[in-house]
T-cell receptor, first 114, second 112 residues
Framework: DTGVSQDPRHKITKRGQNVTFRCDPI?????LYWYRQTLGQGPEFLTY????????KSRLLSDRFSAERPKGSFSTLEIQRTEQGDSAMYLC????????????FGPGTRLTVL | GENVEQHPSTLSVQEGDSAVIKCTYS??????FPWYKQELGKRPQLIID?????GEKKDQRIAVTLNKTAKHFSLHITETQPEDSAVYFC???????????FGKGTRLSVIA
């Protein structure tokens, strides 16, 4: 499978715990995006990387959220001190990053905070 | 920033009929408009996209039209089939590297 992959697919945690998600983009895709999707809503942008540089962060991304893409390949999204409001599907997408910026999504990580 | 409105939120059609979903955007500088299909429990999948230098694009039973003056774009699905049932999202991206802004989605049900 050469598409975007995410791990884990599901995560259940207790409020206050830290969680980390991983995204592996399509090979040679320079841009990597993180989105959050709640029930009945479209994906909401969180942050994106051009290679290893984090170029933009949404106001949705509180200081409890941090994302990295250390080698310009896979990325991690960490949520510290999780809250029930963090429960959502976290989607990763990647694109070539050239003039054509078609984004391809991963299957997502569904987070449930109890 | 960009704001995307999508209508209707739900749409039911008989198999074989056409379905139309409409989106409006606020930023006149937006230049890229993709449509994604998301089946229950699955990832959003790109079905068609259009750039601001064209007014219409077609791919088999799916077409997208763009009216830059009115700042709206529409998805047209002809000869609908039960497997077209899903949630459809429109999105818009401003000039440069601004991120995609998505609509809230349209749940399409095709009744056999």
């Amino acid at each position: 499978d050469t598409g975007v992959s995410q791990d884990p697919r599901h995560k259940i945690t207790k409020r206050g715990q830290n969680v980390t998600f991983r995204c592996d983009p399509i090979s040679e895709h320079n841009r990597l995006y993180w989105y959050r999707q709640t029930l009945g809503q479209g994906p909401e942008f969180l942050t994106y990387f051009q290679n290893e540089a984090q170029l933009e962060k949404s106001r949705l991304l509180s200081d409890r959220f941090s994302a990295e893409r250390p080698k310009g390949s896979f990325s991690t999204l960490e949520i510290q001190r999780t809250e029930q409001g963090d429960s959502a599907m976290y989607l990763c997408a990647s694109s070539l990053g050239l003039h054509t910026d078609t984004q391809y999504f991963g299957p997502g990580t569904r987070l449930t905070v109890l | 920033g960009e704001n995307v409105e999508q209508h209707p939120s739900t749409l039911s059609v008989q198999e074989g009929d056409s379905a139309v979903i409409k989106c409006t955007y606020s930023d006149s500088a937006s230049n890229y408009f993709p449509w994604y299909k998301q089946e229950l429990g699955k990832r959003p999948q790109l079905i068609i996209d259009i750039r601001s230098n064209v007014g219409e694009k077609k791919d088999q039973r799916i077409a997208v039209t763009l009216n830059k003056t009115a700042k709206h774009f529409s998805l047209h699905i002809t000869e609908t089939q039960p497997e077209d049932s899903a949630v459809y999202f429109c999105a818009a991206r401003g000039r440069g590297n601004t991120p995609l802004v998505f609509g809230k989605g349209t749940r399409l049900s095709v009744i056999a």
